[in-house]
């Protein structure tokens, strides 16, 4: 159970920093950056990022983040709800 909680946080840490990135590209004119989805992209960001002083490692906490987010919701499923069967 302790994993999928701490999946379900580190998902929702990701998506508040994903959130805290669209809304910075937002501010200085990219006026799609909040409607684009999936197809946001980071690289542009990090164009933008050098003109307005930001520091660059949130980004790849946010991915990293949902990647153990992902695998520990993944994980926890398993050992939760197990891998056979209950017959009966």
């Known amino acids: 159970m302790v994993m999928l909680v701490l999946g379900a946080l580190l998902l929702g840490v990701g998506a508040v920093l994903d959130s805290m990135f669209r ?13 684009q989805g999936g197809a946001f992209d980071y690289s542009r960001y990090h164009k933008v990022r050098e003109e307005n002083g930001w520091a660059a490692w949130p980004v790849y906490l946010m991915r990293f983040a949902l990647v153990c987010g992902i695998a520990l919701l993944i994980a926890g499923f398993f050992t939760y709800f197990g891998t056979s069967p209950n017959a009966k």
Do not use: C
């Not at 809304?23 to 409607?35: D, K, N, S, V, Y």
């Open 23 to 35: 809304l910075r590209m937002f501010r200085i004119g990219q006026r799609w950056a909040l409607l």
